[in-house]
């Protein structure tokens, strides 16, 4: 059978880098644009104002939102920050985790100090932790979007690698129990060998798994922090009336956070950028589940591999 997870995965986050890369060159109006109110007269009987928000039609594909921005236009210039930031925020923490979790996997001391620390920093939820830190720095920053972006990035890397260091860690340490590491070690391989010849061949699909899971990870933290208007790259707060809540990057959780309360009325305001976030979660767990599968079944072909 056919591993179809595994392409839909692939062909979903190809179509999404796409529309991250070349998005900015297909939207179909700048970023800036906004739909003023019109009046229109076709007859006596055929009259009346058109003004935002606009419901989706040959102009506006999604729509536009109570001001009259393009919502297509404003996904397509937010992807990348959506993610890049995933991708980039999840690659760092299998980085770092990952390198302590094979280093410390591989000492035969103790690594005292080091397990209790990261074992307390993973037992909090990751939410709680940026969202009090990242409350007073988001809203109106005087940072600029791409230096707010990268203290949020860093944040989430921070709180998020604990639990990859705990994974491969415990993974390192039963691969090096295996008897051909110990004869390896006995015959006088040192460690950089046994890393390199043994320890990662068996870790690299793991670790690719865990990468992908991660992304998804990274994404829902983003979510969550959306809802609660803590915006990658900063939220605009705007009083004299009920606050309004406004993403500086555009990113889809914080078009998603600022547009929540359209849950009622002008449903399209929140439903097409709702689509697109968890278009993107599922593409990425396709993909996970994919490579699970493909491992799955060269484990069943070569089982002493």
């Known amino acids: ?15 999404i880098l796409f529309i991250t890369l070349f998005g900015p060159f297909l939207a179909p109006y700048e970023k800036d644009y906004v739909e003023d109110t019109e009046y229109y007269y076709n007859s006596s009987d055929d009259f009346g104002v058109l003004s935002p928000p606009l419901p989706p039609s040959r102009e506006h594909l999604f729509g536009t939102d109570q001001w009259g921005y393009d919502i297509l236009t404003l996904l397509l210039y937010g992807a990348k920050y959506t993610v890049f930031v995933g991708i980039g925020v999840a690659l760092l923490r299998i980085i770092i985790g990952g390198a302590l979790g094979i280093w410390f996997g591989l000492s035969n001391r103790q690594h005292k100090g080091t397990s209790p620390s990261l074992g307390l920093l993973g037992s909090i939820p990751a939410f709680l932790i940026i ?9 109106n920053p005087s940072l600029s979007v791409l230096e707010l972006v990268f203290l949020q990035s860093s944040l989430m890397v921070l709180v998020g690698f604990p639990g990859v260091y705990s994974a491969v860690f415990s993974k390192t340490n039963e691969i090096k129990k295996e008897l051909y590491i110990m004869a390896t070690k006995a015959l006088g391989a040192g460690k950089l060998r046994i890393l390199w010849k043994h320890i990662l061949p068996h870790l690299k699909g793991t670790l690719l798994v865990m990468f992908v899971k991660e992304i998804i990870l990274v994404l829902t933290l983003i979510g969550q922090l959306g809802i609660f208007n803590i915006l990658l790259g900063g939220t605009i707060l705007r009083l004299g009336g009920p606050p309004v809540y406004i993403s500086r990057s555009m990113d889809w959780a914080g078009l998603i956070g600022q547009w929540r309360s359209f849950i009622y009325d002008y449903q399209w305001i929140l439903y097409f950028p709702l689509l697109a976030f968890i278009f993107l979660l599922f593409s990425f767990y396709m993909l996970s589940r994919g490579i699970e599968i493909k491992q799955k079944s060269s484990l069943r072909k070569y089982p002493y591999i």
């Open 1 to 15: 059978m056919s591993n179809w997870r595994l392409w839909i995965g692939v062909i979903s986050i190809s179509f």
């Open 131 to 139: 969202y009090f830190l990242l409350i007073g720095i988001t809203i």
